[in-house]
């Protein structure tokens, strides 16, 4: 393994060091994975399953939690910490997306070439957002490690083109591609139903640059569907209670037949293309020099459009849909940013013939270090993002000084911001209450036996009966700030706050920095 690869595998990580917790789009499937390693799969332990109280707008598939959890099983005989095996969890997510990512760039080194393989790793290490998500438990991330591995076979079957093949190898390359589909139609069976659109339109490019055949192409389909289908229904037919269950059909007829994705937004045709491929891939060289000039003028340029036709018609007509998210596009990144490689290495190669590409090649090898710069700042300003998960850290580490009450009540805003069940202390004594519904909460009676309160909204709990503890800040914008320091507060409360995450905001250079204010409030009942 050469050294630059080590920064597939190792940044990843380091954005989990830095932002352990998680919000609620990841809370399903990290709820899952607790569950199953905390109460296993029979039917007494699903009773306690968090989905039972917590069903979510939509099913969603167990399979990916629970290969986690499988992994993660033998640790449960170190008996550590609940929220050790959170970073465990998410710890093994982020290794087997590198892993797929790392097998994309040894593919590319051999189909490619060494230099084109050693700017995809500095230019996929030096983004932000497929790295600091690798970990985090979306059903995005299992399908973008699947869908990546379809184009690695994908891009395997040059190999028998671009490399001298052996008779048997050129006959085992020739077969990647209907592995590839086979693959991407049980991904999209099991874990993301868009991608369908992303299988339509590598089949379309198959068929018109006739390496294809409709035959093939139907039993490829029929193979990965049938298979995805039997493991999705069979296992989540048994966690969720329901035969048949596939959650993701589900999932298509609520938000596409119905239309409900609208509710959470909508966004312009074109948002994808000028806004979140440029976010994505962060480096400013991507699609205005490197992606033009590999599918253009380098000698293997036909890689380069079947890396690039597919993906970015899957987002031209994806945009049709209006509720748009960067995550629903995130597959197209690796391969988009392999074909940008393939333009870094052409100039960099041929530094030595003529000025532009020396320049070019300056300007190429400056661009990491600047992408790599703001990536780490978006971490860093993400990391604020989570007051719920440290409000409750912080709590437990309270009671231990100042009470032994150990029965609590946190809202909707703490568990979407951090606070997870692997963070939650039972086995210490401790009683957790997540109710949401207003009439309960209103009942006489329903608060005598809570003693401490993690909440957003601090008004509602105003008066003698609860005193206020502390308050986590959390990420309120970047800009111009009215007092000098780096931090601008709001609020105006003289009740301590905490959290080192918090404090390297204050090196921010005055009068700009990052804005923060009092998300999640810490109460204990006097």
């Not at 607790?34 to 399979?63: C, S």
Request: with cysteine.
């Amino acid at each position: 393994m050469r050294a630059e690869t080590f920064l597939i595998f190792t940044v990843p990580l380091a954005y989990l060091a830095l932002a352990p917790y998680t919000k609620v789009e990841e809370s399903f499937n990290l709820q899952a994975a607790h569950d199953i390693l905390t109460f296993g799969i029979g039917p007494e332990g699903l009773e306690k399953y968090d989905h039972m109280e917590f069903p979510g707008v939509v099913p969603r598939t167990f399979l990916g939690a629970a290969i986690l959890a499988m992994l993660a099983s033998p640790t449960k005989l170190l008996d550590l910490d609940p929220f050790a095996y959170q970073y465990i969890v998410r710890g093994i997510l982020s290794i087997l997306t590198s892993l797929a990512l790392y097998h994309f760039y040894a593919v590319a080194g051999r189909t490619l070439g060494r230099s084109t393989a050693f700017w995809y790793a500095l230019l996929q290490a030096t983004q932000f957002h497929v790295n600091f998500y690798a970990s985090r438990t979306l059903p995005n991330t299992f399908a973008f490690i699947l869908s990546k591995s379809s184009t690695t076979f994908y891009l395997q079957h040059w190999l028998t083109v671009c490399v001298i093949a052996t008779i048997a190898q050129s006959f085992l390359l020739q077969n990647r591609i209907p592995l590839a589909l086979a693959l991407l139609t049980f991904t999209t069976t099991i874990f993301r139903i868009e991608l369908l659109l992303l299988l339509a339109t590598t089949t379309l490019h198959l068929l018109l640059t006739r390496r294809m055949t409709i035959p093939i192409i139907i039993k490829s389909g029929f193979i990965g569907g049938i298979s995805g289908l039997l493991v999705t229904v069979g296992v989540d037919s048994w966690f969720w209670g329901e035969a048949p269950m596939w959650p993701e059909a589900v999932g298509f007829w609520y938000n596409a037949v119905l239309g409900k994705s609208v509710e959470w937004g909508t966004s312009p045709w074109w948002t994808y293309f000028l806004e979140s491929l440029p976010k994505l891939s962060l480096n400013p060289l991507t699609y205005v020099v490197l992606v033009p000039l590999a599918v253009a003028w380098h000698p293997r340029r036909r890689v380069a459009w079947d890396l690039v036709v597919p993906n970015l018609a899957f987002v031209a007509v994806y945009s049709v849909q209006p509720h748009k998210e960067w995550r629903f596009i995130e597959y197209v990144v690796p391969p988009l940013t392999l074909t940008a490689a393939m333009g870094a290495s052409y100039i960099w190669d041929r530094r030595s013939k003529h000025v532009m590409y020396k320049l070019g090649s300056i300007a190429a090898a400056l661009s990491v270090p600047f992408t790599l710069a703001l990536a780490l700042l978006m971490g860093l300003i993400s990391s604020l993002n989570y007051p719920g998960g440290h409000a409750l850290a912080r709590l437990h580490s309270l009671s231990h000084s100042t009470s032994s009450a150990s029965r609590m009540w946190m809202d909707v805003a703490t568990c979407m911001t951090g606070a997870s069940r692997f963070g939650q202390k039972e086995a210490e004594g401790w009683w957790y209450d997540k109710t949401e519904d207003e009439q309960r909460l209103l009942e006489e009676g329903f608060w005598e036996g809570v003693d401490w309160i993690i909440t957003e909204d601090v008004g509602k709990f105003e008066g003698a009966e609860w005193e206020k503890v502390e308050a986590v800040r959390g990420y309120a914008g970047v800009g111009i700030l009215r007092d000098v320091g780096g931090i601008e507060e709001k609020g105006g409360s003289e009740v301590p706050r905490m959290g080192w995450w918090e404090r390297w905001a204050t090196l921010w250079p005055a009068p700009y920095g990052v804005r923060l204010v009092e998300r999640i409030w810490i109460l204990r009942k006097n």
